[in-house]
Nanobody, 115 residues
Framework: VRLVESGGGLVQPGGSLRLSCAAS????????MSWARQAPGKERELVAT????????NFAGSVKGRFTISRDNTKNVVYLQMNSLKPEDTAVYYC?????????WGQGTQVTVSS
């Protein structure tokens, strides 16, 4: 199984970024997909989840209303659209695939929000 994140970078406060996670080696459409983040010195935090069929989403309170998660089961890709970014959103963002209590992590992509 391979999860490869992309789209991270440096953005000014108030800006936007879209992260992508390309999955291979698994039956993508049977996995719930999530994005999590980890800032220096902090625990990893789950920020957004989309169900296997894309019909349901859930967000951490800290990002609700600013981030959206979506997936394309024909391309085996999950996206995280991040708007109105704040300095406190700075972290490494990870993609996570989960099914029946078992999961896989990607290697992460750095997002830095700074002026």
């Amino acid at each position: 199984v391979r999860l490869v994140e992309s789209g991270g970078g440096l953005v000014q406060p108030g800006g936007s970024l879209r992260l992508s996670c390309a999955a291979s080696g698994l039956t993508f459409a049977t996995y719930d997909m999530s994005w999590a983040r980890q800032a220096p010195g902090k625990e990893r935090e789950l920020v957004a989840t989309v169900t296997s069929d894309g019909g349901g989403t859930n967000f951490a309170g800290s990002v609700k209303g600013r981030f959206t998660i979506s997936r394309d089961n024909t391309k085996n890709v999950v996206y995280l659209q991040m708007n109105s970014l704040k300095p406190e959103d700075t972290a490494v963002y990870y993609c996570y695939a989960a099914r029946r209590g078992f999961g896989y992590w990607g290697q992460g992509t750095q997002v830095t929000v700074s002026s």
